[in-house]
T-cell receptor, first 111, second 114 residues
Framework: DAKTTQPTSMDCAEGRAANLPCNHS???????VYWYRQIHSQGPQYIIH???NNETNEMASLIITEDRKSSTLILPHATLRDTAVYYC????????????FGSGTKLNVKP | DTGVSQNPRHKITKRGQNVTFRCDPI?????LYWYRQTLGQGPEFLTY????????KSRLLSDRFSAERPKGSFSTLEIQRTEQGDSAMYLC????????????FGPGTRLTVT
C-alpha cells in the first residue's frame, strides 16, 4: 500500500473549518483514499473515502487533487468533539484485507 | 444500530496467564479483522477472516496468538502465556466483502499484563 504523510498535529478554532492535509505521492491508479479518526480510548471511526472525485457526506468533505498525489479532509464547522487523531490511508481495490494506519494527525479543536 | 461489540473492555492479567477476547461483528458483515494498537501508535493489522476462514495472518501474530471464527459470526482472539509486551488495545473490525468496503471498528479490549 502507498505510504502517506500527515502533519503530526494541528490546531483549529471551534466553529471554523478544519483542513487536514495528506500527501500520498506514490498512490497508484487502483488505490482509494480513506480517512478515519480515533477519539481517545475509542476504536477508529470511518469518516469518508474516495478514488478520484471529491466526496462529501454528513461528517466531512474529501478533496483529492487532480494528480491524486494529495488530499484534504475538511470538517466544515469543527466542534470540541472533533478533537481526535485523524488517519489518512490508501488501499488497493484488490487488497482490502487490511489498513496501514500510520501515526495520523492529532487535531486539537480549541474554544 | 448495533455496531461491532467487544468483550471484555478491559482485562488485567498476570504474565504467563492465558486470555481470550470476543468480538461480535455487524450481523451482515462476512469479513472480520483483528488489530493491535500500542500507546501513541496507529492500529496494526493482525489477521482477518472471510466468513469462518482465516485468510491472512500478520507476522506480528506469534504462535502464542490464535484467532477463531467458528461459525462465521463472532470471533475470539486468544493469547497464551501472556508477556508484558502484549499489553495493548486489541481492536476488532468488520466489513462487507464487495465494492470498496469500509471497516467498522469496535471499542477495543485494553489488555494490561502485570
Amino acid at each position: 500500500d502507498a505510504k502517506t504523510t500527515q502533519p503530526t498535529s494541528m490546531d483549529c478554532a471551534e466553529g471554523r473549518a478544519a483542513n487536514l492535509p495528506c500527501n500520498h505521492s506514490t498512490i497508484s491508479g487502483n488505490e482509494y483514499v480513506y480517512w478515519y479518526r480515533q477519539i481517545h480510548s475509542q476504536g477508529p471511526q470511518y469518516i469518508i473515502h474516495g478514488l478520484k472525485n471529491n466526496e462529501t457526506n454528513e461528517m466531512a468533505s474529501l478533496i483529492i487533487t487532480e494528480d491524486r498525489k494529495s488530499s484534504t479532509l475538511i470538517l466544515p464547522h469543527a466542534t470540541l468533539r472533533d478533537t481526535a487523531v485523524y488517519y489518512c490511508i490508501v488501499r488497493s481495490l484488490y487488497n482490502f484485507n487490511k489498513f496501514y494506519f500510520g501515526s495520523g494527525t492529532k487535531l486539537n479543536v480549541k474554544p | 444500530d448495533t455496531g461491532v461489540s467487544q468483550n471484555p473492555r478491559h482485562k488485567i492479567t498476570k504474565r504467563g496467564q492465558n486470555v481470550t477476547f470476543r468480538c461480535d461483528p455487524i450481523s451482515e458483515h462476512n469479513r472480520l479483522y483483528w488489530y493491535r494498537q500500542t500507546l501513541g501508535q496507529g492500529p496494526e493489522f493482525l489477521t482477518y477472516f472471510q466468513n469462518e476462514a482465516q485468510l491472512e495472518k500478520s507476522r506480528l501474530l506469534s504462535d502464542r496468538f490464535s484467532a477463531e471464527r467458528p461459525k462465521g459470526s463472532f470471533s475470539t482472539l486468544e493469547i497464551q502465556r501472556t508477556e508484558q509486551g502484549d499489553s495493548a488495545m486489541y481492536l476488532c473490525a468488520s466489513s462487507l466483502d464487495r465494492g470498496a468496503p469500509e471497516q467498522y471498528f469496535g471499542p477495543g479490549t485494553r489488555l494490561t499484563v502485570t
